[in-house]
């Protein structure tokens, strides 16, 4: 049986074995813990030895009716517990060659073989890596070189891989400065809550087109629609009785009746005055027409002071209710700016990208409930370190690569830092953090080019920039130092 273990006689990962090996030091037999290809673990050895010291010692492997011995030299690496870790100090090549026979029959079961071990024994001890007999036959000679050709085919093919490999890293070491993942971005517009309030509906959902104008949500007002029926129901009711009101001069026909009574009965009184002067009637009769005519006349006075009094009531009437309305009116219009103060507007052409908030959610004055994306270009926005974010100016070429669309695209650095991105930014944040924000601008307009999805960046070196071979060679021959100047 064998175990993968570190072994205790050898500072690396060997493949000990636990095969009954006995180790004879100093003429007394000891057993051994565990034993490998580089070094044994002694049971109880009597005398300790140093780390270091060397020691002469005798292996003995125990066959089924025999064993066999090998002389050996070991040096002392460690001691932990009852163990004695040993090293072999210049293992000849054939008891190498017996102790790994040794392992191989015994992890077959076949440890009856002496023979084998006796012919590992007196082979000749030569400098070979070939552990096989030296005389090979025909068919050994071809899986020998059937063997060589793939192990050769095989080199070849890494050696291959190796150059490609080291071409490639030399091309992308020399053609891109960096490499990262940024997001795509666009013209994002943050919709928000001008007040706290519960949202009474959303008109509109992520996708939609919305042009300037349009309702994009409005906040619950309960209480703000029932006063508005309220005042729209009284304002109808004043509407109402501004109709039932009598119209000025409403009664001018019963007037003018009266007043042509009047002038009739003021003929007859002339004439029955004149009748009476001349003696042609009595005095009875001229009182009788008499009393008439006066009849007539208060029944028409009385009449016009009537009609004085209710067109002046109903004008002070109709003067309370169309206050009254004008009143409401105003209430009306405060109500209904209200209103438009609940409702939140787009103010331009846009598509819907997120909301943010659902009907029944409270929220407060200044939280974004819906985010929209206009249709201007996007952008690529990703972050590198600030040291090499002084190796970029405007205009450095960049290709990316959309997982969206799985197509690779070309592009130009726009903007370097985060005030120049956007300008709620921190001014110390350009010192502060380690890393800078850049803008890439596309060369052409991308269709299909998901908002908000991830891109693999590539940041190109400008070997056209002005300079470059003074930054890589400080010390040129063309440009002398200004202080060699005579």
């Known amino acids: 049986m064998s175990l993968v273990t570190r072994e205790l006689n050898y500072p690396r990962k060997s493949h000990r074995v636990d095969i009954p090996l006995l180790v004879q030091v100093d003429g007394k037999v000891y057993k051994t813990s565990d034993w490998s290809m580089t070094g044994v673990g002694i049971l109880d050895l009597d005398r300790e030895k140093k780390t270091g010291e060397k020691f002469s010692a005798r292996l003995i492997m125990p066959l089924s009716d025999a064993s066999m011995q090998l002389d050996v030299l070991f040096i002392c690496r460690n001691q932990r517990s009852n163990i004695t870790g040993c090293e072999f100090d ?51 000679e071809i899986s020998l070189l059937a063997k060589f050709r793939s192990r050769a085919s095989m080199a070849l093919i890494f050696g291959v891989l190796f150059a490609l490999l ?30 706290s309030g519960i949202i009474g509906a959303v008109l509109h959902a992520p996708g939609d087109q919305v042009h300037p104008g349009d309702i994009l949500f409005e906040l619950s007002a309960t209480d703000l629609k029932e006063k508005l029926q309220v005042e729209r129901e009284q304002l109808a009711q004043v509407r109402r009785e501004l109709q039932r009101l009598p119209a000025a001069g409403g009664d001018s026909d019963l007037l003018a009746a009266l007043k042509d009574e009047l002038d009739w009965k003021a003929k007859e009184y002339k004439n029955g005055a004149n009748l009476y002067k001349d003696g042609v009637i009595s005095i009875k009769d001229f009182e009788f027409v008499r009393n ?46 209200k209103f438009e103060h609940l409702r939140v507007r787009s103010p331009v052409t846009a598509r819907v990208y997120t909301v943010g908030f659902q009907p029944g959610e409270f929220v407060t004055g200044g939280d974004v409930v819906m985010v929209l994306a206009g249709d201007k270009k996007p952008v690529i926005l990703f972050k590198m370190p600030s040291s090499q974010a002084a190796k970029i100016t405007l205009g450095t070429p960049v290709r990316f690569f959309s997982f969206a669309t799985g197509k690779s695209y070309t592009g130009h650095v726009g903007a370097i830092g985060y005030k120049a991105i956007s300008p709620r930014a921190d001014a110390m944040q350009e010192v502060s953090l380690d890393q800078t924000a850049v803008r890439v601008d596309l060369t052409r307009p991308i269709p299909g080019l998901v908002l908000n999805s991830r891109v693999s960046v590539w940041v190109r070196k400008r070997f056209n920039s002005p300079g470059f071979l003074d930054r890589i060679f400080p010390f040129s021959l063309s440009s002398p130092p200004e202080n060699d100047q005579p």
């Not at 080291?166 to 001008?194: P, R």
């Not at 009531?313 to 105003?330: G, M, S, V, W």
């Open 90 to 140: 210049d293992l000849s090549n054939r008891n190498r060659r017996v102790l790994r026979h040794f392992i191989e029959l015994a992890m077959e079961g076949r440890l009856d073989t002496l023979e084998d071990l006796a012919a590992d024994l007196t082979a000749p001890d030569i400098e070979s890596p070939l552990e096989t007999a030296l005389a090979l036959s025909d068919e050994e």
């Open 166 to 195: 080291l071409s490639f890293t030399l091309w992308y070491n020399l053609g891109f400065l960096y490499k990262t993942v940024g997001v795509v971005s666009g013209d994002f517009l943050e919709v928000s809550s001008a007040r």
């Open 292 to 337: 008439g005519w006066s009849r007539a006349r208060i029944n028409y006075y009385r009449q016009q002071w009537l009609i004085s009094e209710q067109g002046q009531a109903a004008t002070r009437q109709r003067q309370d209710l169309e206050k009254q309305q004008e009143t409401l009116q105003r209430d009306i219009a405060s109500l209904k700016r």
